[in-house]
Structure formats: C-alpha cells, structure tokens
C-alpha cells in the first residue's frame, strides 16, 4: 500500500504515535497535573463510518475524482486542535462529498464549472495543514468538492537572470525545493507546516515563513499570481513593483479560495545560502529580552532569525532552567559573510543586558570554516519542527493545548502581552483548575512584534472541544480588545471569523463581496470564509 496520510494525525500514517509512547505521555501527565489517565486505542481507517456521497461527478471527471472514505476524511478537517480531537474521536458530521485531484489548469476549470452549474461547495485543498478551519466543508452546502492541487506540482520555468520562477501552486514545500536546488536557487519560505503544505496554500493564506524580520509572509516573495475563477483565468503581470492603481496580486495574498483556484506563480527566488551566523543570547526576563529585539530590528540590520523565547518556552524547546528568556538570532546570504552584522546585533544585545556565552556563535564563513557550537540554536530548531508531531501523541488524554499568534505595535506591546496572559490563565483556572501559558516571539518588525502563545491545561475527556473554545475565544477577545490582529500568519479561516469581522473596516467587507459577486457569482467557492455567501 502506498503511504498515506493521517485523516487524523499531524504527518503521514507511519507518524501516528504508537502505544508505548501514548502510555509514557500519560505517566507524564498524570504526574504533572495529578490525575489518573485512560490510554485509548488510535483510530484507524477500518473504524470510518461517514455519510454516502450526495454527489456523483460527470463522466467526464471521472477518473480524476475519489470518494474514498479515506481521503474524505482526510479533506474534512484541517490540523488544529479541534481538528485533530473530532477526527480522534471518528466525529465526521460533514465530510465532502467528492475529493477532486485534477492534474493540470484546464482540469481545474472543468471541476470548478462542475461545481458552479450545480451550486457544489468548491474547497480548494493544498496540504490540509489549516489551523483555522480553513478546508473545512460548510454545513448547508447541497453538496462539496474538495479540490486537492496536488497534481499541480512542478516548477515550470526558472529566470535566473531576474532570479524568478514559475511554480505550479500544488507544489510541497520539500518538493518546490528539491526541483529549484539543482540551479543553486531557493525560495526560502520555511513554515512549520513547511513538510505537509504548498505553493498555493501559502499565498492563499499569507503564510509567514523561515525569515524573522524583512521578508517575513510569502507575499514578498510573489511577483505574479494566476488563478481560476468561475467567470475565467485571472492573471497579473509579472513585474518587479508597479504603482498601476491597486495591486491585483494583493487581492489574492489572503484570499483563502473564496475568489478562486491558484494554479501557479512567479515566485522571488535567491542564491542558496553559503554564508551563515548564529547565536544565542540569554535575558534576565522575558521583557527586557524585548526590548533587545526592538533596538536590534530597529537598526535594520534583518536577521534572518530573531526569535524571543520566554522563559516557559526556553525551558521547554532548550531545556533552560526556567528563570531566563533566550533570543535565538541567525544571518545568512548567498553572496557575502555574515560575520559582521552578527557581531554588530551582538553587541547592540549586550548593550540590553543580554549574556552571550562564546560557545553559543556559530560563523560560517567563506572557506567553511566554522567557529562555536550553538547548541540551543540547534535544539530550538529541532522543537520547532518537531513540535506538530509531539501533540500527535496526546490527543485523546484529554490535554487541551494550542497556540494563538498575534502582532502589535511595541508601544502597546506590554499591555497586550499583560492582557492576553491573564485572560488564558483566569480561563484555564475556571475550565481546567489551572495550566501553563508561554510566547514566543515569531517575527518582529521595527514597529513591533509577532507574539505566539501557547498554553495547556487537563481537561475532561470528552469535553475537549467546549473547554477549548472557551479559552480559545477569552484570548481571542483580550487580543482585538488590545489593539492586536486576530492571526498574523495562520489565517482567518472559520475560526478566526468573529474577530475578524470587528477587526476589517465594514466597508471593506462590502467591496469584498463585490470582488467575490464579480469572481464567483454562485458564492461556491469556499463559502462562509472571510465573508459570508
């Protein structure tokens, strides 16, 4: 059998946590939150029961459609919590119906006009890695069609004069990466869905990515977009700026497939990293680990990495002792050493307070020769990109546990970070009798930064989801309360919705319907997401 994804796990069926590792994760929290807990069985395929497909595509499609209950359940949900605790739980009310893989553009269209003549849902599908109910079918739809680009995967044409390339949006991470290597180029965009997403899911989204300052979202990265809509093919010019009137391209970063399909981009790409810097600085405390990284990305020097870490999070990616935040900082290029601008935002940390043990520089510099040993660089990025497959193994034991990410100014930073943790500690006090809240900091700006909150209490198996959306939403509110943005890289989703409805100017909404009336007259495309039909 060919590998499979999870319909339920973060990563493929062979990631799936195995019993042993289930029962050592109880001990451990048993231990921490004292309490006595059920190990119970993961769920398999076998164990499926979803509703019959209410739809049978047209000859036509035929051989490019599915309605394997596998793969429906895998394009029911996203990877969020609530995601991952229904599919534990075999909870599948509203799997869609057919799951379309079509293999080029004018199959995309062919789908498309299926599902608009007949009023279907249209999901467009990248990697299903949505945190925010993104792919999600709507629940009064006649009929839903997932439509999964996978097939759209290659890079098309590469300029390397203009160092530019066209890339089909069905592409993995991993993949786009592998095909533009062998030119010695890299797009450079790393998120930590990097492994299970794709080209079009992240300009869709407006993912945020490997750089911590300067080229932050995908959206810096795009020169021009293509995309299938019900009314036809919608295409910009590929230029390096322009101040023609509205950008086009800014009407499909963050669209999230209400207006259309996109099948490829020219996409910025850059030599491969040679030269590299790395280091890690410890603060005596989470804020004046902060004020560190205003003055640092305030300079404009544009680390590549500047992520703050507070001393929950040091503890527990590093292994810190719990009393120090640690800035983890990184430079690199294709084209000159590093050496001196770590060396400059080094000293520009100390001035801060901050303590850099020499051990903790690494420089690479252009004959390979490599100084230092940054442990805690190293073992941040490993808790990064393991971080997705660690919750694999406490779903079902009734942890409830996820993050938020926002951004705000750095004048209104400290009462927001003030707010939002006091808003996820009183909650998890009163739905879980206590829990554990920690931020880090993602990207930062000159204007300010990109906090992401974690936290975690012990629920009630069972009860997971309510207690979740009670303290997800007692965050959510403190953060636009604050002044903050409902998501700064994880979309808005249907989740999102309620937030992001205060937080986008009213009459915006408006002209977003216009554009979707004008695209999708038939409201089939991902309806519900960002406005409603």
Not at 117 to 129: E, K, N, T, V
Request: proline share 7%; aromatic share 8%; glycine share 10%.
């Amino acid at each position: 059998m060919m590998p499979r994804r999870s319909f339920w796990a973060w990563g493929m069926e062979s990631d799936e946590p195995t019993t042993a590792q289930r029962r050592q994760m109880a001990e451990s929290l048993s231990k921490s939150y004292g309490v006595s807990l059920e190990v119970p069985a993961v769920p398999t395929s076998k164990d499926l029961d979803l509703r019959k497909p209410r739809v049978t595509p047209p000859s036509s499609l035929a051989s490019i459609c599915t309605t394997d209950t596998h793969d429906r359940a895998v394009h029911s949900y996203g990877r969020s919590f609530r995601d991952r605790i229904r599919a534990f739980d075999l909870h599948f009310p509203n799997p869609p119906d057919v799951i379309a893989y079509p293999r080029d553009e004018p199959e995309v269209e062919a789908v498309l006009d299926w599902c608009s003549s007949r009023g279907y849902a249209a999901i467009p599908f990248g990697g299903g890695s949505s945190v925010v109910g993104g792919v999600e079918p709507p629940e009064d739809a006649a009929g839903v069609v997932s439509i999964d680009l996978a097939g759209l995967n290659r890079v098309l044409e590469i300029d390397d004069v203009s160092r530019a390339a066209r890339i089909q949006a069905g592409v993995y991470g991993p993949a786009l990466e592998e095909q533009l290597r062998p030119h010695g180029f890299t797009l450079r965009h790393f998120p930590q869905s990097f492994e299970f997403s794709t080209l079009g899911g992240w300009i869709a989204t407006r993912s945020g990515g490997h750089y911590a300052t300067n080229q932050t979202h995908i959206d810096d990265f795009v020169e021009s977009v293509r995309m299938v809509t019900p009314k036809g093919i919608w295409e910009s010019r590929r230029l390096p700026g322009s101040g023609a009137g509205p950008s086009p391209d800014r009407l499909v970063l963050g669209s999230e497939g209400i207006l259309g399909i996109i099948t490829e981009a020219w996409m910025r790409i850059q030599a491969r990293p040679r030269f590299r810097a790395s280091a890690a600085v410890t603060f005596s405390s989470f804020a004046a680990g902060a004020e560190a990284v205003r003055h640092i990305v305030q300079t404009k020097l544009w680390p590549a990495n500047c992520r703050l870490l507070d001393p929950g999070e040091a503890a527990d990616a590093l292994g810190f002792d719990g009393e120090q935040a640690v800035l983890v900082l990184g430079f690199e290029s294709g084209e000159v050493p590093q050496g001196e601008p770590m060396r400059q935002v080094i000293a520009i940390a100390r001035g801060c307070g901050g303590v850099v043990d020499e051990d903790q520089i690494k420089i690479l510099d252009q004959s390979s020769q490599e100084t230092g040993r940054p442990e805690a660089v190293g073992a941040w990025r490993n808790a990064f990109l393991r971080a997705p497959y660690d919750r694999n193994i406490t779903m079902g034991l009734g942890l409830v546990a996820e993050t938020l990410e926002t951004a705000i100014t750095w004048d209104r930073w400290p009462a927001l970070d003030q707010s939002v943790r006091a808003a996820l500690q009183e909650s998890l006090k009163r739905v879980c009798g206590g829990g554990r809240v920690t931020c880090r900091f993602t990207h930062v700006y000159p204007d300010g930064p990109a906090p992401y909150f974690t936290f975690e209490g012990m629920g009630r198996r069972g009860a997971e989801l309510e207690m979740h959306e009670e303290i997800k939403r007692a965050a959510s509110d403190a953060v636009i309360a604050a002044g903050g943005t409902i998501t700064h890289h994880h979309a808005v989703g249907r989740i999102h919705r309620p937030w992001y409805d205060q937080q986008r100017p009213d009459l915006f909404a408006g002209a977003l319907r216009a554009a979707k009336s004008a695209l999708d007259p038939n409201s089939v495309l991902n309806p519900g997401v960002l406005i409603d039909p």
